[in-house]
């Protein structure tokens, strides 16, 4: 063995060393795969009765709030929020409109408003469960959606989903020669818009399935 490899070993020995001493620290992180389509969804009518995606970019949509638990005061307003700009995003429709202030939010007073309002397209919907994680703890939003198609003669309800989004955060771990910090849990907050991405993937799923 020449001098050359005894010098390389000699600095790896001293790292292995030092690392095994102090330890490498580094920050764990949380990757999370790009939302798909709602966890459990389903067609309210027969197919028949389905719009076809071609007459999607004439349509008005309205998304009201959302009802929501009592300790998650103005959730509901933003989960309607994130919706919205999720069917913004996906440009399907002429239109996108939300509803926010709405006391009301029974079904038949929201279609009384889409009529006033010409709304086609309306959806609503209910945060069942809100929580914030830590560090410890992990964060959760379960919501239900329904979107029904509106007319001045017919009602005609179209799907329901429902949505889910659970992440549990990293703990830390001692490996040795590396220590990873762990990472604290999503902000719900960040699974509202989760959920929402996931009604404006079931549209483009319609669409596509419509090609």
Known sequence: MNR????????IGG?????SCTG???QRHITLKAPGLPENYFPLSSQSKVPVHHFFNQYHVGVFAFSEPDYAKGMGKIAAQYVAQSLQSK??????????????LAEHHLINIARMKQYDI???GDLTYYFEGSENM????????????VSDTEITPLWYAKTTEVVEPLFSKDLIFFYGKGAEAPSSMGLLQRNAEKIGNLFVNIAQKQL
């Open 24 to 26: 490498c620290i580094y």
């Open 4 to 11: 050359f490899h005894y010098i390389i070993l000699f600095i």
């Open 91 to 104: 440009g399907l429709f002429n239109r996108v409109s939300t509803e926010l202030d709405i006391e009301n």
């Open 122 to 124: 309306i959806i609503s």
């Open 15 to 19: 790292l292995c060393f030092s690392w």
């Open 138 to 149: 992990g964060s959760r939003v379960d919501e239900q959606s329904k979107i029904i198609l």
